[in-house]
């Protein structure tokens, strides 16, 4: 009932929020006499701040065009590859008339990003996504809303999701003879628990797996989003955030964890900062500052802008990550697709490096939770095995911002290359190349022997697209 109640008031706010939008710029347009008025630019800031808290956000785009690549732009294709009832695998192509910069993208390694599905889009990985496209052929996943698939599609398990990230591996395997996995935040469990499964079939897993500020053990140092999940019982979620999509929706009866809930959530565990910000937003209207106007609705756009979560797949990851601790209890069983219980295995894992990225400040992913990784993937050698805490940076700094592209991703960019075999001599097993410590050691890392990464070596057939 609370989503139809939501539904109605949004209706209802929505024209009176493109009226403000109407009216801001009526009142900021030097043309009209309307501008002309006393006070007209606080008249125009005021409406144009009710219309930005009262409109719809719509899923954002990721917007790369191009990118540079030691001073050549590189244009960017994107494309869906493969689309799941849930989730699709996005490509962004790389195209270069540039012979040298071709040889140099072709050689490059191959990286699947999994995004997380915890209420934001994809396109909160922007900034990761366009660092890493300089060095890498990416691909990400770009999770769908819930209220937007059809109940005939089925329902989504937090196994479905460990499967889902097994095709897409396998995918890449299949096409490139391997790759390297980068999870950030929430996928950090399901993705270490598809590489376990795999190794414990005796498939050949990733060359590398690199986990930045996920709740691998969610008792470590937790925080008010694990305070929060502990203190309340699997009941209580299911009775209170659980609500079906309404009938103006193509996911019409599907039960789901609505995303303008969550976004109350965000907005709850900081509000006077977004007070404070939306304030400073009125006033740069007012003194006409536009470029700190720009960055404001550039960053809300992004962040107003939420899913729905499947029920199911919701309340599993409730009670596995946060409850029951069952990934590192040891009694964590996934149903394949056929419908067979595996026991996931960190411990299985022999064939893939392990990279676990953290940051001083993270409020969200609590210190500690992340490096517990390593002490699941036993069967890792320690010389491919690398924990990095970032110094200052806040949970999304590991991942977007200065601190992202000036700390963490040469990190996690030299550990790739470490761990990418020669594409000369590349099989479908990881190489045991030693990864090389990072110029920015960081505190509490475990140690990590250097060695020169693989060069690679371009393939024979020219081609302008990578």
């Not at 930005?52 to 960017?76: C, M, Q, S, W």
């Not at 200052?392 to 992202?404: C, K």
Request: proline share 6%.
């Amino acid at each position: 009932m609370l989503y139809q109640i939501y539904e109605t008031q949004r209706s209802i706010m929505e024209p009176f929020a493109d009226l403000a939008e109407v009216a801001a710029k009526l009142y900021s347009n030097p043309m009209l006499p309307l501008a002309q008025l006393p006070g007209a630019q606080r008249i125009s800031a005021g409406y144009d701040l009710m219309h930005r808290l009262g409109k719809d956000y719509e899923k954002p785009v990721f917007g790369i065009h191009t990118v540079n690549v030691d001073g050549v732009e590189v244009a960017i294709h994107e494309r869906i590859e493969i689309d799941k009832p849930f989730c699709e695998l996005r490509r962004f192509k790389r195209f270069s008339d540039d012979t040298d910069t071709l040889a140099k993208l072709k050689g490059q390694p191959v990286v699947l990003i999994v995004a997380p599905l915890s209420g934001h889009y994809a396109t909160l990985l922007r900034d990761t996504v366009r660092t890493m496209l300089k060095d890498h052929k990416v691909y990400i996943t770009d999770w769908k809303n819930a209220r937007l698939v059809p109940l005939a599609d089925g329902s989504f398990h937090l196994d479905d999701y460990v499967n889902y990230v097994q095709e897409f591996i396998r995918y890449l395997q299949k096409g490139y003879g391997n790759c390297h996995v980068i999870s950030v935040c929430q996928p950090t469990v399901p993705v270490l628990a598809a590489v376990s499964l795999m190794a414990s079939r005796g498939e050949t897993t990733p060359w590398s797996m690199t986990m930045m500020g996920g709740p691998i053990d969610a008792r470590k140092s937790p925080t008010a989003v694990n305070n929060l999940a502990t203190q309340r019982s699997h009941q209580w979620f299911e009775n209170n955030v659980i609500y079906r999509v309404p009938d103006n929706f193509p996911g019409a009866g599907r039960r789901v964890y609505p995303g303008f809930l969550q976004h109350t959530g965000f907005v709850a565990m900081n509000p006077d900062r977004h007070a404070s910000s939306h304030y400073d937003y009125f006033k740069d209207l007012v003194k006409g500052d536009n470029e700190s106007v720009e960055s404001h609705r550039k960053f809300y756009d992004e962040y107003n802008a939420v899913l729905d979560m499947d029920a199911d797949y919701y309340l599993e990851t409730i009670e596995t990550v946060f409850q029951d601790f069952k990934l590192v209890n040891g009694t964590w069983d996934v149903k394949d697709e056929a419908g067979e219980q595996e026991r996931v295995r960190p411990q299985d894992i022999t064939r893939t490096a392990l990279l676990t990225i953290e940051g001083e400040l993270d409020d969200i992913s609590g210190s500690g939770q992340t490096a517990a990784a390593h002490q699941l993937c036993t069967g890792i050698a320690k010389s491919h095995r690398m924990h990095y805490e970032a110094p200052g940076a806040g949970h999304y700094g590991i991942f977007s911002g200065r601190r992202w592209r000036e700390m963490v991703h040469p990190v996690v960019k030299s550990f790739i290359r470490a761990h990418q075999p020669d594409t000369a001599t590349a099989t479908a097993k990881p190489t045991t190349a030693k990864a090389p410590a990072p110029a920015r050691a960081a505190r509490k890392a475990v140690p990590v022997k250097k060695a020169a990464a693989a060069k690679p070596a371009a393939k024979n057939r020219k081609s302008a697209r990578v």
